[in-house]
């Protein structure tokens, strides 16, 4: 087994005291601060000392730069290790970790955050650090070609979550030898044991079964953690992700509480913590630093793309389907924007990621039918700088929830699309209907929503998206409908567009997407019964066009009719009252239509009429709001 | 290989014809609706000939059946062939098939849900058939004890998911050989060749490292289908799992489209079906069924249970956490009602879960960190009729919304409890904090949201869930905060509680959960200013007490403070405003708090401030509306 060149020549004695003061400063900080995870810190401390000072290429003066490994903690709760590794390297200060960790106001939070520049991705919701980590991989192996390693500490526990079996499934496709996941196998999980405990061989079996190679090892035999880092570290080039499988001891060094159960996220009480620290030999200030990373590095011309990238063009009245446009938009950013990368969940004909995949192989990941392994690739892929755009059906995005609200603490930036949005899809009923999307994404912090009703807009909100902070998400439509607006017209994000407006103005209908289209339809109708409507396009749900909203709620008698091709919580409807009632508006009449039963086959005209959320409906709203 | 006493005499003949009907029946029901999946049909149609023939032990005049087995399509998008064969078995007319398929208001959706009363849960998001048929087959073997198994047609594009893997791993911790998944391996996914494609080998591997008998078949040879699926039946109340890999040709029976790219979910337009009816022997009108089901059944007496279940009382003033109030009262409704069973995702010391999981082992399913399977499980135990109650961290259900969501199409009846809410938590961080969950519960369609403030009215919401249909969801809190009410106090669904009022109030303050302690000491504050403040519980988030808001706003000059331990969107200021609005409510003057940052770690109480949403900001808002 060849030790590779970059390894240290630091010893494994030194390394064992490390591993001792890893140890002591994950008791002490958890103890200072009175919550934390010291005996799942603990298990991990050999295979962290060892990776740090011998195998992690990382220049700990330039954590920004694009040659280090990356070190993940996907399980998260062991921040005290992390912590505690940052303070041996010299990167956070014995104080900072003593008495910073897990305050009000200070950056060594609970799990780790991306506030610290070490950091990639947050973690703490378990089964997501590996399947970001499969993310960075595939930019440094397809995308930055640099020689960095992705080092992932995962936990037993969380290879429950089907999420880890996305993310080595990815791996192996991908053939990602560049991701070393190391499994800290210490047998005991929150509640109980964890459901393999010590069967090595299963989890072997199930890693092999899975395209990884696995090296089993004893996670507190200093010699034996070197080997098979240094395997994996020394094949990383390869074909294959290998797996360090490392049976552990779960509070390790501290006799009290060795592989007893009962010690999970509890912070010793000052008195076994000062037991413990004797027993671990007392407190260290090691500091110590491992390889730097190689700067090789081969950024790769960018392939002439295969497709016309002219920008696209929709004539005024003429069907396009949103999820088209943003097809064809993608292809034309992509030609401006060599960071711009696409993933799909194996619908990608159907969301039209397609023409971006054909045009640009080199720069599409496929992640098949996992959407929570789509949601943290994009994560990983952002993390490196990629501006990353996935997408699948709008109902699908649920599935990747979790992901969506980590990737909001990791303060990600990523682009999302949503196909075949609401009842409008018809025939394939409702396990294909997006109908909770829009409060989905809008409850994610930081979030931005838009919902486009014409080829013109969905693609001007492509290029928007491109250069927006945050998670970004467009709901497209399944069907194609006319053309709103000319070639030229600007969308920015926050805006909205008052497509019908005049003096006389009785009553607001506001849409988004489909229901835009029926509104005006409405509108049409009410004109020749005499009735003026103020018509709006909310295209951007949020933020949104607080100030046009209340200027048409001023001028129509706070007469305002919602429609959202939705369920009636926190979607189109919540956006415009919560914009209203939080501009101070008064006297507001709102009629707000949306999907309230349960929707079944049919084709898209029967169900927005079965809805409520058609013309007629839209018309019947406002003469009702008239007539009060 | 043993054939089973219960097979028919039914010849492989007249099960070949059988298996040309159901290919001709999908391919006239998708190409009459003009929409659906003849070709994922196509493959899988031996498949079901043989199994509904001699294996499916069912009766089709009693669907409601106790003894009958379980059918589930996980690749729900074949309804076509699944209704080809309810016509059949005779319970499903030609005319319904060919005219009602995916019409509007007609019961043969395009994805099969359980209008039909043969259907168990509604699929069509993949991997979610398998997940819940290992609920059903929970209930089986430990609950109802009878022999019946639980078929499920699983697609191979959907092994991508996670959720198949977590599936498969709780059916051998669970020993579930009552559960026979069979996996139409053929080929071809929507976009492209799947994962995988023919690699039977790898879903061997893949199967048997998750604990599973694997048994590879061509799934076309009614022979070898016949055998594996006689074998898997005859070891069904064993202790192994067998999964059937069954090789298959997508479109298979019309050598158009056999094997090829292009033809997934896309009906044949009118020209080509009638090539592929007349290559496939014309249509055929047999009706024919298979083996009647066991009558065998051992509902085991409910043991007594090991704990006090006498229904948990709290003082006024005494602090207990409504996490820890939820275990206390699942414990006494335990007891009371012994349908009712618990499940949990390995936080169940967290959850309060552990309480009943002591009591009642019997009753308890320890699904580990696998949050898709945990909700799945209780989709699969509701299908049987059992009362389950679901329990982990509430942001940790955000990975399960795609299940939430399907389980409302599936009409569900589930109760689920979310622990450890909004930053009241503290020091652990933002991975741990619910602040999505209100507006990922509100949005789902029938749901019920409750949020109680203190141990009395928690416990009494937990036995309002048992009575609840649909998906009913209790937010708790991790701290403990004083009692509020009395013993014997009633919270109904739908209700809400005044705590303060009176003629002179001249602003409303709303709560709920840890936010309604803020408002009542903010009202104590204003109070002692000379500032009267309604002060109301709104524990029951969906449905909400619109009369009594109502009441509050016109009593209080429509000013109305909201405060809430979530994200704005969606939330309890949504559920509040929403109602106002709905309720015709005018001159409303509200104030939103809620957490508009993104928290850190820190103590509940600093981080109730920072968000804005304790005691002195409600006052301090109230103050603001009144100066208006």
Redesign the interface.
């Known amino acids: 087994m060849a030790t590779p060149e970059t390894a240290s020549e630091i010893g494994l004695d030194t390394i064992a005291e490390l591993a001792a003061q890893l140890r002591v400063d994950s008791i002490r900080s958890s103890t200072s601060?009175?919550?934390?995870h010291p005996t799942s810190s603990m298990s991990a401390a050999d295979l962290l000392a060892v990776l740090v000072t011998r195998h992690l290429h990382y220049d700990w003066d330039e954590p920004h730069s694009a040659a280090n490994d990356h070190l993940i903690f996907s399980k998260?709760h062991a921040s005290p290790l992390l912590y505690s590794v940052f303070k041996a390297v010299g990167v956070v200060s014995e104080d900072e970790l003593i008495n910073g960790y897990?305050?009000?106001?200070?950056?060594?939070?609970?799990?780790p955050?991306p506030?610290l520049p070490w950091v990639d991705v947050?973690?703490?919701?378990?089964?997501q650090g590996l399947p970001d980590g499969v993310g960075v991989a595939l930019a440094g192996k397809y995308l930055e070609r640099r020689p960095y390693r992705v080092w992932v500490l995962c936990g037993d526990?969380?290879s429950?979550?089907?999420?880890?079996?996305?993310a080595l499934?990815k791996a192996s496709?991908y053939n990602l030898a560049n991701l070393i996941p190391i499994i800290d196998v210490n047998r005991l999980?929150?509640?109980?044991p964890?459901?393999l405990q010590w069967h090595l061989e299963?989890y072997r079996?199930?890693v092999?079964?899975?395209?990884a190679r696995a090296l089993v090892i004893d996670g507190h035999d200093l010699a034996e953690i070197d080997q098979a880092l240094a395997t994996a570290e020394a094949d990383a080039a390869g074909e294959q992700p290998t797996v360090i499988l490392a049976k552990t001891i779960k509070g390790r060094g501290f006799s009290e509480v060795e592989n007893k159960e009962g010690w999970h996220g509890k912070p010793f009480p000052p008195d076994m913590a000062e037991r413990a620290i004797a027993e671990l030999g007392g407190v260290r200030n090691i500091v110590i630093r491992g390889p730097l990373p190689s700067q090789a590095g081969e950024q790769p011309a960018v392939p002439a793309p295969t497709a016309n990238t002219e920008p696209p063009q929709y004539a005024v009245g003429d069907k396009v389907a949103t999820r088209k446009a943003y097809g064809d938009a993608l292809v034309a950013l992509g030609a401006r924007e060599p960071k711009v990368v696409a993933l799909?969940g194996?619908?990608?004909?159907?969301t039209f990621a397609?023409e971006f995949a054909d045009a640009y192989p080199d720069r599409y990941f496929?992640m098949?039918?996992?959407?929570?392994?789509l949601l943290a690739a994009a994560t990983g892929l952002a993390a490196r700088g990629y501006i990353p755009f996935a997408s699948t059906f709008a109902?699908?995005w649920?599935?990747a929830?979790?992901f969506?609200?980590?990737g909001?603490?990791s303060?990600t930036n990523i682009r999302l699309a949503g196909s075949h949005a609401g009842v409008e899809i018809?025939?394939?009923?409702?396990?294909?209907m997006a109908?909770?999307d829009l409060?989905?994404m809008?409850?994610?912090?930081?979030s931005t929503v838009l919902y486009p009703s014409d080829g013109t807009s969905a693609a001007a909100l492509v290029d928007a998206m491109a250069a927006t902070q945050g998670i970004s998400y467009m709901r497209t439509t399944r069907g194609s409908f006319p053309g709103i607006y000319p070639t030229g017209e600007t969308f920015p994000i926050g805006g909205s567009k008052v497509l019908r407006s005049g003096d006389q103005d009785q009553v607001t209908l506001i849409g988004a997407g489909v229901t835009l289209h029926e509104a005006l339809s409405a509108a049409e109708t009410l004109a020749a019964e005499g009735i003026q409507a103020r018509v709006i396009d909310c295209y951007s749900v949020?933020p949104i066009d607080t100030a046009t909203l209340t200027a048409a709620a001023q001028a129509t008698g706070?007469r305002i009719v919602i429609a959202e091709d939705h369920?009636?919580?926190?979607?189109l409807?919540?956006?415009v009252?919560?914009a209203l009632?939080?501009a101070?508006q008064?006297?507001?009449?709102?009629a707000?239509l949306a999907v309230r039963?349960?929707p079944?086959?049919?084709?898209g005209e029967?169900?927005l009429a079965?809805a409520g959320v058609d013309a007629d409906h839209i018309a019947a709203a406002a003469r009702d709001l008239l007539a009060?």
């Open positions: 601060a009175g919550s934390g998260g897990r305050r009000f106001g200070q950056r060594l939070e609970g799990h955050t506030i947050a973690t703490g919701s378990l089964g526990s969380e429950a979550e089907g999420s880890i079996w996305e499934d496709h999980g929150q509640s109980g964890t459901e299963t079996r199930r092999e079964a899975f395209g799909d194996e619908v990608k004909n159907s397609q496929e098949f039918i996992a959407e929570q392994q109902a699908f649920t599935r929830f979790d969506i609200r980590m909001a603490i303060g018809g025939a394939d009923g409702p396990s294909q109908l909770e409060a989905m809008r409850t994610v912090h930081g949020k706070g369920h009636p919580e926190g979607g409807g919540s956006a009252t919560d009632l939080g101070g008064q006297n507001l009449s709102v707000h039963g349960m079944g086959s049919g084709t029967e169900l079965w009060k």
